[in-house]
């Protein structure tokens, strides 16, 4: 019971990694607010939350609007009274092609919902968890840790993550706040496992073969699974990490070492 009485706010509720993180917050003894585009997910992840016995409180979120964020931080507000963390899930891909080819406008499209539309929620929420003297875990990605062809706008996204979590940090610090990150690296869900099973298909094997050659290239031999990395994210919010402010905490089971 790690966040036991204590409020967790997620952005970018779906059925993934931000089902994963709100769920075990409520394991954890956290209330949980939900926040995402798409009512019907967040009702899904809401009755998973009430079923462990806590309470939750779905909000329908463009977080990239400001009226809509501001909407967030009342109702949360509203229903809990507290804030403790906030947990910034919400992603949108960016292109995946070579910089040299890619359209300029996707990139700031990528920009507006990875890293600006983080800064303003956090901003928003700010005061909240300067009273609670709680923090904000950003969710970023193990993109940071190499440079493969097609992924630069990816990587340019989430190291502007990266750097505003450092750098929020250092500010929000004084005021009780800390401000982390996470860096999942593969995740093994929904979209992964299809993307295995279509690899598979197109080289007429099974779909174990292709996990077996990619956890072969992992220290622990295994993908990590949402809850996973959601147990690392209850840990930044926790008690547990309360002198832990402006780290990235990568979470690849040995895949790159930083």
């Known amino acids: 019971m790690l966040l036991a ?3 967790v706010v997620v952005s970018g509720v779906g059925a993934g990694l931000g089902r994963a993180i709100a769920v075990q917050c409520a394991r954890a003894g956290a209330d949980v607010a939900l926040a995402a585009r798409t009512e019907s997910r967040l009702e899904k992840v809401a009755k998973e939350v009430t079923d462990l016995g806590r309470r939750a409180v779905t909000v329908p979120t463009d977080i990239t609007d400001d009226t809509a964020c501001t909407r967030l931080v ?3 507000l509203d229903s809990f009274g507290r804030v403790d963390a906030l947990v910034n899930n919400a992603f949108a891909i960016p292109p995946i092609t070579d910089l040299l080819d890619v359209d300029l406008d996707a990139v700031r499209t990528g920009f507006e919902t990875n890293v600006l539309a983080a800064l303003r929620l956090s901003r928003l929420f700010v005061p909240a968890l300067e009273a609670s003297r709680g923090s904000v875990v ?3 990605s193990a993109v ?3 440079s493969r062809r097609t992924f630069g706008a990816y990587k ?3 190291s502007s993550l990266l750097a505003l979590a450092q750098s929020l940090a250092t500010e929000v610090g004084p005021k009780g706040v800390r401000v982390n990150s996470v860096a999942p690296g593969y995740i093994w869900a929904g979209h992964l496992k299809w993307y295995f099973a279509y690899l598979a298909k197109e ?3 099974e779909p174990q073969q292709v996990y077996d050659e990619t956890a072969a290239t992992i220290d622990l031999r295994k993908l990590p699974e949402p809850d996973e990395i959601a147990d690392a994210v209850v840990f930044l919010a926790s008690p547990l990490a309360r002198a832990v402010t402006g780290q990235c905490l990568d979470v690849n089971g040995g895949e790159y070492h930083h």
Do not use: F, P, Q, Y
């Open 144 to 146: 940071l840790r190499h």
């Open 74 to 76: 009342e109702s949360t």
């Open 156 to 158: 340019m996204a989430k």
């Open 138 to 140: 950003m969710i970023n």
């Open 5 to 7: 009485d204590k409020v």
């Open 203 to 205: 080289r007429g094997v």
